[in-house]
């Protein structure tokens, strides 16, 4: 979601006036400043006539939906080649971008991959967190299409939709001049997520193209929670893997109602494990997002607040867990929405920033638990997997020794 201004409300106040009149002149007068991640974006500029893409612009149509229940997914990964030859073979360049998280592939047309391709890319994206293309010429029912290869679509109950008619199943992500980003109306860190994960069934091989990009700026951040995972203590995260936590789209609901929009389905929360498997890596993942991640179940809330905010100053402020890419029009990211969160950059107004996700419904999180006495194998820790496949030994830690370094 994007930042938006906040709309400047004029008013006075009497001297002479009492009080509580005067207190509620004050009020009155006071800015409405709503959290920008959870307030739509508006339909954007005035006359859009003469805009290629108006079709998509946003549009928020009045209908109401029933609740989602359970809905029967596959992960496509499970049935891919371990050495994912047949996508691989057909890049002509494939670019590993940080040790952690991000792929860029070259040479790959989306709109021309096998059924075996696509299942390799969702093992590639399952085992990278996210895989980028430019020069992609899909159109929009194309990148459903593919989309749809990975899960029944998510529609979403707030956000807009394009206003060309029956797209209900795309986000739109659009913002322009109209309006100004307000950095007193949030915090950065507060715009890392993991799309709607208060959904029972959160999302998981997600795809976002960009139609129409700022000339710089607008860039877009994901960040590794199999890196956050490995990158604690074992004791820590023997502790996390008891954990669940309530993550809650009634922020999202009331910012957009409060925005004047209608809410398409009744808000829900959801509780989750802090730990998640991935169901065919097999990688133990951080499952929280200060977008949407409220409390940690069971816990006084003031452990809960202070372990919450180590996950998401982690998440958000290391970046040897981050990838981030720079969107020109035509680029296309598709990112597993179970093992990473994101944040756009909002750097680029006056220009306009349009773009189209498509979002596949994924399982219910599994905890490391229930998934060892699903599968009867042991969830791992990524990195040390990965050193383990190498033959690298890892690391000691040595508590006496202070090392360090410099760039």
């Known amino acids: 979601m994007a930042p938006v201004a906040t709309a400047d409300q004029n008013g006075t106040s009497t001297p002479a006036a009492p009080l509580k009149a005067a207190a509620k002149a004050v009020a009155n007068a006071a800015p409405q400043v709503f959290n920008p991640f959870y307030s739509p974006t508006v339909s954007g500029d005035g006359d859009d006539s003469d805009y290629k893409f108006a079709k998509y612009k946003p549009h928020f149509p009045d209908v109401k939906w029933e609740p989602l229940g359970e809905i029967p997914v596959t992960d496509r990964a499970q049935f891919a080649d371990p050495e994912k030859k047949s996508l691989l073979s057909a890049a002509t360049k494939v670019q590993h971008l940080t040790p952690a998280i991000g792929t860029e592939l070259h040479g790959i047309d989306l709109r021309q991959l096998s059924d075996a391709q696509k299942d390799e890319l969702a093992l590639l994206i399952a085992e990278r967190g996210v895989v980028f293309f430019r020069d992609q010429e899909l159109d929009i029912h194309q990148q459903l299409e593919l989309a749809r290869h990975y899960g029944p679509l998510h529609k979403h109950a707030t956000t807009p939709v394009p206003r060309e008619p029956g797209l209900e199943e795309v986000h739109v992500v659009y913002n322009d001049g109209s309006r100004r980003p307000d950095p007193s109306a949030f915090s950065k860190i507060d715009l890392w997520h993991s799309d709607v994960s208060y959904e029972l069934q959160p999302p998981s091989t997600t795809s976002l193209k960009v139609i129409t990009g700022p000339p ?43 925005a004047g929009h209608p809410v ?99 399982e219910r999180p599994t905890s490391v638990a229930d998934y060892e006495k699903a599968t009867g194998k042991v969830a791992k820790d990524r990195q040390l997997d990965l050193w383990e496949k190498q033959g690298v030994r890892p690391p000691q830690h040595d508590t006496t020794v202070t090392r360090g370094y410099t760039d």
Request: charged share 20%; hydrophobic share 40%.
């Open 216 to 258: 710089y700026g607008g860039d877009t951040l994901w960040s590794s929670g199999y890196s956050l995972y490995s990158s604690f203590s074992p004791g820590f995260q023997k502790y996390l893997e008891g954990l669940t936590a309530v993550h809650s789209a009634v922020a999202q609901a009331d910012g957009a109602r409060a």
């Open 264 to 362: 398409r389905r009744e808000p829900v929360e959801s509780v989750h494990p802090i730990v998640r498997v991935h169901p065919v890596t097999g990688w133990k993942s951080i499952y929280v997002n200060p977008g949407f991640t409220r409390r940690i179940v069971g816990l006084p809330k003031a452990e809960s607040d202070a372990i919450l905010s180590l996950l998401f100053h982690q998440l958000a402020e290391n970046p040897d867990f981050q990838v981030r890419f720079h969107w020109e029009p035509n680029s296309v990211a598709i990112w597993d929405n179970r093992i990473v969160t994101h944040s756009a950059t909002f750097d680029f107004w006056p220009h306009t920033r349009h773009a189209l996700r498509a979002t596949p419904h994924g």
